[in-house]
């Protein structure tokens, strides 16, 4: 009884040890995977740029987006967060970023992508800086993994200025 025991527990070690082991080894291997991701966007539509009554620009946009973030998935991958961002620079902030879509992207047969989108999230400014501004559209990812940890990254992917004229 004794040894049957004693055993049970060793295998129970070795099987936790084992799955220790994988997981390592999981997320170790997805340090050498350098995904290429490849993404474009561009602005389809300025659909209303106004100042409002609280002062605050407001911007609605159509956008035409596309990635392919194929390359980000590896066996070990769980799922892949994505959002677009308006980046931009005013006298006050020198990044000032506002989150324009993102999607959970659950698999690699669902990581091409390619969409014409209104921004699902306002886009309003602290202040009225908009007009004639420079505004980079950056895609941001995050690699979610089944093991290890996340890993972040972007790209710009659209470079515009909007109107000097509210519309
Ligand atoms: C959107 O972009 C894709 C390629 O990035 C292009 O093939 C397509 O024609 C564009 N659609 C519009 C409506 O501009």
Redesign the pocket.
Known sequence: MHSVLYRLNTLITLAGFLLAVMCSLASFTDTFHVPSVTA?AEV?KVNRFRKQLTGNDEVSLTL?V?MNLRSTFTWNTKQVFVFVAAEYETAKNSLNQVSLWDHIIQDKGHAKL?A?ITNKYPFIDQGSHLRGKKIQLVLHWYIMPKTGKTIEDKMVISDFRLPQVYT
């Open positions: 474009h389809l035409n596309s390619e014409q």
